[in-house]
Each structure stands twice: as structure tokens, then as C-alpha cells.
């Protein structure tokens, strides 16, 4: 029990990704990265404890890539609503005439489509660590698309230490 603390008091937390309340979006991933190593979420079959923590210690990780980027699938599906709000638009002008009388149109769930379709096409982008292991596995941790701003500080600690580590790729930003 006396030894379990001091360990927990030596350890040192350079980066949080995640809470455990978020565990549940980043099952396979990087949570947290520590003086003990990463901190990668697990799968458990058991109702009490579905997640469990692996440590994978620092001394396996060979390389670790960064990235910034965009988040495709995001974008095109803001893509597709704002074309299905433009179809919907198109075929309300074009049939107006048409429409029966008391028809009633929800025009602020359109517009509340409408700004959804804005921000997944035009504000979609990502951090992604990507930590390659001697053994050719590969363990990631990617931010969700609509948090990149949120997750900017701990982007930017964790590659400040991977950097002094000297484990971050050279092509790397």
C-alpha cells in the first residue's frame, strides 16, 4: 500500500487527452502521456469496469509522428447537409405553388441544420499523435474534430516533451 503511493508520487503527468468520463470515445487509444509511459484504453468485457489502462512503458516507443490537419469524413458530411439543405430549398421554391394550405415548414430546424452543415464543412480539424512501437504495432491518439482549439495546449505540451525526448519525427511539426 506505502509502496503503491510513493510510485503514484513519483509519477509525473506530462499530457491529458482524455477524462475517464470520455474513455468510451477513445477505446484503443492515448489518453494520457506520464513519466511511466503512454496510458492507452482497453476494451474489458466486464459491466463494473469496462475500460481498464495499459502502460506501455517509454522504452518501446520508437517514433512518435504529429499532425494537424482536417478531419475528411466530417467535412464531407457537412457537405452532404448543406446539399440536402439546398435541395430542400430548390424544391420548396420551385413547388410553392404546389404545397397544401396549414402546410407548416420548420424553418428553425433548417437553419439549426444549416449552421451544423457551416461548422462540420468549413471547422473540422484534428491533432493526431501517432507513437510507432519496436514491435511495428502503431498507437494513436486523435482529438475529436470539434475540440482542435480546446486541445491545442495539450497538443502542444505533449510535443514539447516528445521533443526533448527526442522521440518526435524530424518531418514532424
Known amino acids: 500500500m506505502e509502496s503503491e503511493r ?14 475517464p468520463e470520455d474513455y468510451a470515445y477513445y477505446i484503443g487509444q492515448v489518453v494520457s502521456i506520464g513519466s511511466d509511459g ?38 464531407v ?31 428553425g430546424l433548417l437553419g439549426l441544420a444549416g449552421i451544423y ?12 499523435l501517432t507513437f510507432h512501437l519496436h514491435d511495428g504495432s502503431r498507437v494513436r491518439w486523435r482529438s475529436r474534430s470539434g475540440d482542435f482549439k480546446y486541445k491545442e495546449r495539450v497538443a502542444s505540451r505533449a510535443v514539447e516533451h516528445l521533443r526533448e525526448l527526442g522521440l518526435l519525427a524530424r518531418s514532424a511539426a
Do not use: C, N
Open 6 to 19: 510513493k510510485r503514484l508520487e513519483e509519477e509525473q503527468t506530462f499530457a491529458i487527452f482524455a477524462l
Open 117 to 128: 452543415g457551416l461548422k462540420w464543412a468549413f471547422m473540422s480539424r484534428r491533432h493526431q
Open 38 to 75: 503512454l496510458r492507452v484504453v482497453r476494451k474489458q468485457l466486464s459491466i463494473k469496469s469496462p475500460y481498464r489502462i495499459e502502460v506501455v512503458p517509454a522504452s518501446s516507443i520508437s517514433r512518435v509522428e504529429y499532425e494537424s490537419g482536417l478531419a475528411a469524413t466530417r467535412i
Open 77 to 107: 458530411a457537412g457537405v452532404l447537409v448543406l446539399l440536402l439543405l439546398v435541395g430542400i430549398f430548390y424544391y420548396l421554391g420551385v413547388y410553392w405553388d404546389s404545397l397544401e394550405p396549414g402546410t407548416t415548414i420548420r424553418v
